[in-house]
Every structure is written in structure tokens, then in C-alpha cells.
């Protein structure tokens, strides 16, 4: 029989080469095995770990420890359904490509340490990677199947185009001139300093490669996700413009885009629940920090906080959405746990004008609350878990906008006439001021929620008419407030 270690926490922890990386708190050793035990079948790390800490004393022992062997382990592509069609050079460099890039090679990236901007700027790195029989060809393959779909090509074409590319981002990697310079500039005098740089010393065409590839050479110091994030996050202190910070933001959101890193940030977490929590307040910036960090969280939430960073954001979001459109239970505790998270989580998740993550965080929560929020053996019906969900909104403009957000997702295929006529019953309920939002909000307050409602009328699958009226209401309402 186990013994109970009053007074101790457990943590699991997870090997990465010749680092221990934090994967989960527990209150009992039971629970820490448990997971230590699935973590082992998964074999997606170098080892596993427990360690019981006396809160009292801060002594820790390690009461497990097992290495995984994988040196016959195949690394392998990652699924992905999406992928840009590049119609421009840059644009191989640019976000989107790079999040489709950092998706389908998400574990051949984590065992080399680095990000597909890393590797794209990498020559050793990309031949490196050319050279892998089994992952180059199959990676080219997927993804020109793929793009063929979008273009009409034949998918052989599309990949020897593909091919093509590659080798001229790979000579184009082996020649860049100046990177030095770059990242010189980079590190004495921040991000202003090098777009500066770049605008007077390049062609116009060659701007944003250069300043791409001195923020690649800048995070490379690093191999782990949190290290890469505490440099970028020493880029934002210096008040960066708008350009300076819609770079650092499409590199964080690509670094949070993989799970590792996230996991890094946000340390050990008792459950999914507890988790998601963290990573809907860390994507608006409002996360407590925990009492003794061991990750960059607080500056990350301090540096969402102060910049407008919309693609991170995208990415928390859509982690949270992943997992709420799951059905892995949130807690360890039994349904009525998870009924009382996962209410706990909608609320988070309310804003002014609907729920974060818009129409597909929209679908995954109901979806959520068909199995999560049945008290009896059988999931509730869309209808039922939509009501329950209403139920569970501060107020009609953000259930309006919730709805409004089901209406352009794809559960309105399957749901349309339920849907709808739940948004008859709000729309006929907005009679007056208080019907929509609190008195005490201000005018411009009202105006904003309402503009933003109004853009979500601009939806086909909604008659025409019916948005019309709605629109006239919601005009007539901020007539209201103005006085």
C-alpha cells in the first residue's frame, strides 16, 4: 500500500535531452504516478519523473524516475489540413507559413530545439533536414497535396514546385549578406533600430527577410520554448511601434503555437481546467502569477498586456478550443467537478461582446456542454446545452454575440433552425438600454459592443431581413444611451 505523504506535493516531470521539464502538480502520489504511468505509454519524451516536495521544509524527493528509449524512434509528421499557397516569395517566410511548417514538423522541431524561422534562416538545418528520407519528401508531398486541392494543379507539380522552392531558400540561407550586421544592430539597439536599419540600407523587396533573420539569429541562443520567449520579451521593453510589435508578435504566437513551450510557460497545473483557465487570462493579459514562477509567464502576461498582439492571442485561444472541443474530462474529480469548471471557464471566456475565440470556440463550447453539463446518463441536445449556456452569460450582449458566433460556424449547418430561433428570442427581447448591457456602462461603451455585434450580421447564412431589423435595434439602443 503506498504511503501517504501528508503535507507533500508531487510533481511530474518530463525529460527533454538532458533537461527536466515541469508537466504537472498533484496533491497525492497516487495521482502523480497515474500520470507519470501515461506519460511512459506516450513515449514522446526522453524520461519521466516524480518528485514529492515537503511544503513545509522545501526538501524534495525523487520517488520515480524512469528513461525512455528512443533512439529507434521514428519522428514523424504531424497532421495539418491547411496550408498557404505562398504567392509570393516573402511570403515563405511569413507567419502563416511558418505555423504550417512549425505544425507538420512539430516533433522533428522540438527534438532539434528550434522554430521554423530558425530553421528557414539554418542552412546547416535545412540540409540537415534534406537529407532525412523520412521526413523531406513525405513533409513536400503533404503539403502539395494540399495546395493542388486550392489551385487545381496536379499534386506531383504542385510538390516539384515545392521542391524548387526549397532550394533556393536553402541557397538563399547560405548567401544572405549582412545577417551579421543585423543581429549586431538587433542586440545593441533593439527591434526600432533594426527595421530603421533595414529600410535604409535594403531594397524594399528584401526588408522584411533580413529583419526576420536577425530576430531567427537573436532566439537561436536558445533551445527551449521559455528561452526564446524571455528574449523576445526583452525586445518589447524599449516601447516597440507598431511594426516592432507585430513582429515579436507573429514569433511568440509561432513559439506558443507548440505544446512544449506552452507547457514551459505555464509550469505544473493540477488539471485541463486549472490550464485553460491560465491560457484564456494569459491571451488578454490578465493572468495572476503564480507564487514562486519558474517560467517567463509573468513578463509573457506583462508584455500581452502592454502590446496589441493579436496572432498570440489566436494561438491561446485556439489551444483552448482544442481542448474544450475534446472529450478528455477537464478534472480528475468526477462530473460534477467538471460540470462546476467548466461553467467556470464560459465565464472566463465572456467578454463585452461574446466569447473570446469567436465562431469555433463557439461550437466547441457547446459541444462541450452537450456532455459536460447533463446531470443524467444521456448528453444533452444542442438546444438544451445552448440554453444552459445562455444561463450561464452575464447578459444579453454577450449572449447575442455568443449566438451570433454559432450562426458563421459550422455547427449552424447541422443547427441552424435552433440557433436561430434562440436568436429570435434575444433580438425581441431588446426593448431598452438595461435588455442589452448594464445601466452603468457609458455611451461609447455601448456604441463599441454594438459596432462589433453589428459586424457579426455581416453573415449570409442569416435572412437578410432579419439582419436588417436587428441592425436598426441595436442603432436605436445606442440613439438611447446617448440621450
Not at 547560405?174 to 545593441?188: C, G, H
Request: proline fraction near 4%.
Amino acid at each position: 500500500m503506498p504511503k501517504n505523504f501528508a503535507g507533500k506535493t508531487y510533481e511530474v516531470f518530463v525529460g527533454e535531452g538532458k533537461r527536466w521539464i515541469i508537466d504537472s502538480t498533484h496533491a497525492t502520489r497516487s495521482a502523480a504516478l497515474e500520470v507519470a504511468e501515461e506519460l511512459l505509454k506516450a513515449a514522446n519524451h526522453d524520461g519521466v519523473r516524480v518528485v514529492a516536495e515537503n511544503e513545509r521544509t522545501g526538501e524534495e524527493e525523487i520517488i520515480f524516475e524512469e528513461s525512455i528509449d528512443r533512439d529507434d524512434k521514428v519522428i514523424k509528421l504531424n497532421p495539418v489540413e491547411d496550408a498557404p499557397l505562398c504567392a509570393e516569395f516573402i511570403d515563405f517566410y511569413r507567419f502563416p507559413a511558418r505555423r504550417t511548417a512549425g505544425r507538420l514538423l512539430r516533433n522533428y522541431l522540438d527534438d532539434q530545439g528550434m522554430t521554423a524561422l530558425e530553421m528557414i534562416y539554418n542552412p546547416a538545418q535545412l540540409l540537415m533536414f534534406e537529407r532525412n528520407d523520412r521526413m523531406f519528401a513525405p513533409a513536400m508531398q503533404r503539403i502539395g497535396a494540399i495546395q493542388a486541392k486550392a489551385t487545381g494543379e496536379q499534386p506531383a507539380k504542385r510538390t516539384d514546385a515545392l521542391f524548387k522552392t526549397f532550394d533556393i531558400i536553402k541557397e538563399r540561407a547560405k548567401t544572405s549578406a549582412d545577417a551579421e550586421k543585423y543581429s549586431a544592430l538587433l542586440k545593441a539597439k533593439g527591434l526600432d533600430s533594426l527595421i530603421d536599419g533595414a529600410g535604409q540600407w535594403e531594397k524594399e523587396e528584401n526588408r522584411e527577410f533580413v529583419i526576420r533573420g536577425a530576430m531567427a539569429s537573436h532566439i537561436t541562443s536558445c533551445r527551449d520554448g521559455d528561452g526564446k520567449l524571455q528574449l523576445l520579451i526583452g525586445l518589447s521593453r524599449d516601447h516597440p511601434g507598431p511594426e516592432a510589435v507585430a513582429y515579436l508578435d507573429e514569433i511568440t504566437a509561432e513559439i506558443l503555437d507548440g505544446a512544449a513551450a506552452v507547457m514551459e510557460v505555464l509550469g505544473g497545473q493540477p488539471d485541463a481546467a486549472a490550464a485553460n483557465r491560465k491560457l484564456i487570462n494569459l491571451s488578454c493579459g490578465r493572468c495572476q502569477p503564480p507564487k514562486n514562477p519558474i517560467s517567463c509567464i509573468v513578463e509573457l502576461n506583462d508584455m500581452i498586456a502592454r502590446l496589441d498582439m493579436p496572432l498570440t492571442r489566436q494561438v491561446l485561444l485556439e489551444r483552448v478550443e482544442n481542448e474544450i472541443g475534446g472529450i478528455r474530462p477537464l478534472t480528475r474529480e468526477g462530473k460534477t467537478v467538471d460540470r462546476e469548471a467548466f461553467a467556470v471557464l464560459v465565464r472566463e471566456l465572456a467578454e463585452d461582446d461574446g466569447l473570446m475565440g469567436g465562431p469555433g470556440m463557439g461550437a466547441a463550447v457547446v459541444g462541450r456542454a452537450r456532455i459536460t453539463l447533463t446531470k443524467g446518463e444521456s448528453d444533452l441536445s444542442a438546444e438544451q446545452a445552448i440554453d444552459h449556456l445562455l444561463d450561464l452569460m452575464p447578459n444579453r450582449a454577450v449572449r447575442l454575440g455568443f449566438l451570433l458566433d454559432l450562426a458563421a460556424s459550422a455547427l449552424f449547418e447541422k443547427e441552424g433552425d435552433v440557433i436561430q430561433q434562440a436568436l429570435d428570442r434575444i433580438s425581441q427581447q431588446l426593448s431598452f438600454l438595461a435588455s442589452l448591457m448594464h445601466n452603468a456602462e457609458s455611451p461609447e461603451k455601448v456604441a463599441l459592443v454594438v459596432e462589433k455585434l453589428k459586424r457579426r450580421l455581416d453573415n449570409d447564412s442569416l435572412p437578410e431581413d432579419w439582419r436588417q431589423g436587428l441592425s436598426a435595434s441595436l442603432d436605436e439602443l445606442v440613439q438611447r444611451a446617448k440621450g
